[in-house]
């Protein structure tokens, strides 16, 4: 029976399958339908499972049951899987995992549930797992690996190579071999291809890059991408503060983060948090709730200022129709450039030798712009309401509102991220109030000047 169907999606009779077996108990049926299937087909399978039917599905498939499947479902699935399994299952599923898997799976369980699990496991692996998990959260430490392969630069080609050969220890999966010193710190790498290539006698030390891209255990996980994106890395060794080897990162680590910090932006800056779309009704109506009693907060801010020409709204209905042209049109023009500053200041492409040029462009590109639209909005008012004046009017404040929406969708961004506040988390509100605030004010105050 086939997992997917043409579009690439869960096949629904699989999936009716799997959970007539779930619903009947028959772990036989079950893993005949999963046990020898991807790891991502099984975390598509949980997501579409029933809540009840997850942990279900786990118990059912017992040693089938690869939990390497969890580092790829929401975190709201891993965590009520995690939940309602019993600890000691838990401990024997993370057991047989790379490092960087386990730490993943427990790095959010609760201090006393991860506790019991660690001491259910070998003294060994419950070291580095513990070390592992004693650095910050999402830190280079808790994405690396610490199974890799370090020798010592006096070793030859051929001994390396029996060395890997007879090693049971060796990670799954693995491009580069990192050169050590006598106090474990990274010297040089040797990747496999040039390795295979040198006749046995050869020192490792005549072949290896010197060049040791490292990176610290308590970098940041975006950093540490931001690394592995300037200098084209496969891997990176990983060192501790006094630079001793302690791990290695791997670009399939580094793409996940890259995947995670991008979602982060995009949520942050429609202001739902961490939301994921397994989130139960209450869970996100609660993260909602918040920006949006702030957007409104902001709104009653910008009606505040309309009640300020209440008198010259009552004599001109004509600029009630036009009002929301000048806004609708600022708040667009500032998402734009603060959607390009939020990106540009995330990838450190924004930084202080730039800041002045890009300000001065979207600056020009607001001019520009509101000026382009002033002729265009002008004439259809002015046209419409047989008004020339008005049509001034409203001319003159696409002008000044695209004008500002440029200054601020660079200004608020910035200046949120200088007092060490997630830009792309606060900027859409505090925009959006200005630009409608700017709008309203100019057209409404103008209009009271020239036509009252």
């Keep these: 029976m086939a997992v997917r169907d043409a579009d690439g999606e869960i096949a629904a009779p699989f999936l009716q399958a799997v959970s007539e077996a779930v619903e009947a108990g028959d772990g036989a049926a079950l893993r005949a339908l999963c046990a020898d299937r991807h790891e991502i087909d099984i975390a598509d399978i949980l997501e579409m499972l029933d809540q009840d039917e997850r942990p279900l599905f786990v118990a059912l498939l017992g040693e089938d049951f690869d939990y390497a499947v969890l580092t790829e479902v929401d975190d709201t699935v891993r ?155 496969v891997s990176a060794a990983v060192v501790d503060d006094h630079d001793r080897l302690v791990g290695v990162l791997m670009f399939d680590d580094i793409v996940d983060v890259i995947q995670e910090e991008a979602e982060e932006d995009i949520r942050g800056l429609a202001g739902v948090g961490d939301e994921e779309i397994s989130d139960t009704v209450a869970y996100t109506a609660r993260s909602r709730f918040t920006w949006l009693f702030v957007n409104l907060a902001t709104a009653i801010l910008a009606s505040g200022v309309i009640a300020l020409f209440d008198a010259t709204l009552q004599q001109m209905v004509a600029l009630a129709i036009l009002m929301p042209i000048v806004a609708s049109m600022g708040g667009n023009a500032g998402t734009q450039t603060m959607t390009v500053a939020v990106r540009s200041l995330a990838t450190r492409e924004l930084a202080g030798y730039n800041i002045r040029r890009f300000a001065t462009r979207e600056l020009m590109v607001g001019l520009i712009n509101g000026v382009l639209f002033a002729v265009i909005i002008g004439v259809v008012a002015a046209t419409w309401f047989t008004n020339v004046q008005l049509g001034a009017v409203i001319a003159a404040a696409m002008i000044v509102n695209l004008f500002c929406a440029g200054l601020f969708g660079i200004a608020i961004p910035v200046g949120l991220d200088k007092m060490g506040i997630d830009p792309a988390i606060a900027s859409t509100v505090f925009l959006t109030t200005v630009t409608d605030v700017v709008g309203f004010f100019a057209f409404l105050g103008l209009a009271t000047v020239l036509l009252m």
């Design 79 to 233: 965590e009520q899987i995690i939940e309602a399994l019993p600890n000691e299952a838990v401990a024997e599923g993370v057991r047989d995992l790379e490092s960087d898997d386990a730490v993943y799976i427990l790095e959010d369980l609760e201090a006393e549930d991860q506790a019991e699990i660690l001491a259910r496991m070998p003294a060994v692996e419950r070291a580095v797992l513990r070390r592992s998990l004693d650095f910050p959260e999402d830190s280079a430490g808790r994405r690396m690996q610490t199974d890799l392969i370090a020798v010592p630069p006096f070793w030859t080609v051929g001994r390396t190579i029996d060395y890997m050969r007879e090693s049971e220890d060796l990670p799954d999966e693995f491009y580069e071999i990192i050169v050590v010193d006598e106090q474990f710190k990274p010297v040089g790498t040797v990747a496999l291809n040039r390795l295979l290539r040198t006749k046995r006698p050869i020192p490792i030390e005549t072949i290896m890059d010197p060049d040791v891209q490292s990176i610290r255990a308590d970098l940041d996980q975006e950093e540490a991408a931001r690394v592995f994106e300037r200098y084209n890395l």
